[in-house]
């Protein structure tokens, strides 16, 4: 029952650094995504993936890269970090069907000093 | 560009008592579907309700209901009977035909005894 497993749970980074957050899910889901939560913004879209092979950009990916080369796995990559990148990450998956939930990762905690 | 609008970022409500979350949104997509989601400050997030663009009746999961005004453009949340478990941010979410989801800046909801 392992559903969307996300790590690590914390991390904090020099300004600079450079870091994947590791994504993974089990349940066969097509649709996998990332979201950044900040204060008073509630979640805004980094990437998503509608299939392995195919990314897209979302609201913010700005400093952001991904892939998708298995169906199972969705890494976020911080290429040099920022500390306007200091937020909390969440990685979500979605089966495909119209009326589906976002299943979500219990998310990462980055800070960027 | 799809925009989802929550306009309240607090709201109070005496336990026992009914409560209205507000969430507008905006599309020109005429199929998508729209999502309710509750976290509580251990910050896992939690689905609570759907409905669909072409649903004709307004969504209902227990004590939550979609109060869902299509010309309008609403899909306001109603919880009955509040209980002191109710407080936690919600979100409202709206997802397109292609399956990108994206979110309202959230409502943090207080539930007093």
């Known amino acids: 029952n392992a559903g969307v497993t996300q790590t690590p749970k914390f991390q904090v980074l020099k300004t600079g650094q450079s870091m994947t957050l590791q994504c993974a899910q089990d349940m066969n889901h097509e649709y996998m995504s990332w979201y950044r939560q900040d204060p008073g913004m509630g979640l805004r879209l980094i990437h998503y993936?509608?299939?392995?092979?195919?990314?897209d950009q979302g609201e913010v990916p700005n400093g952001y890269n991904v892939s998708r080369s298995t169906t199972e796995d969705f890494p976020l990559r911080l290429l040099s970090a920022a500390p306007s990148q200091t937020s909390v990450y969440f990685c979500a998956s979605q089966a495909r069907g119209t009326n589906e939930k976002l299943f979500f990762g219990s998310g990462t905690q980055l800070s960027v000093l | 560009a799809q925009k989802i609008t929550q306009t309240q970022p607090g709201m109070f409500v005496q336990e026992k008592e009914a409560v209205t979350l507000d969430c507008t949104y905006d599309t020109s997509d005429p199929s998508y579907g729209l999502f309710w989601y509750k976290q509580p400050s251990s910050g896992e997030m939690i689905f609570l309700i759907y409905?669909?663009?072409?649903?004709?009746q307004n969504a209902t999961e227990g004590r939550y209901s979609l109060n869902f005004q299509k010309a309008r453009k609403s899909a306001n949340l109603v919880i009955s009977a509040s209980q002191l478990g109710d407080s936690a941010m919600y979100f409202c979410?709206?997802?397109?035909?292609?399956?990108?989801?994206?979110f309202g800046a959230g409502t943090r909801l207080f539930v007093k005894a």
């Open positions: 409905q669909g663009s072409y649903d004709q």
């Open positions: 993936s509608v299939g392995a092979g195919i990314t």
């Open positions: 979410a709206m997802r397109d035909r292609g399956f990108k989801t994206i």
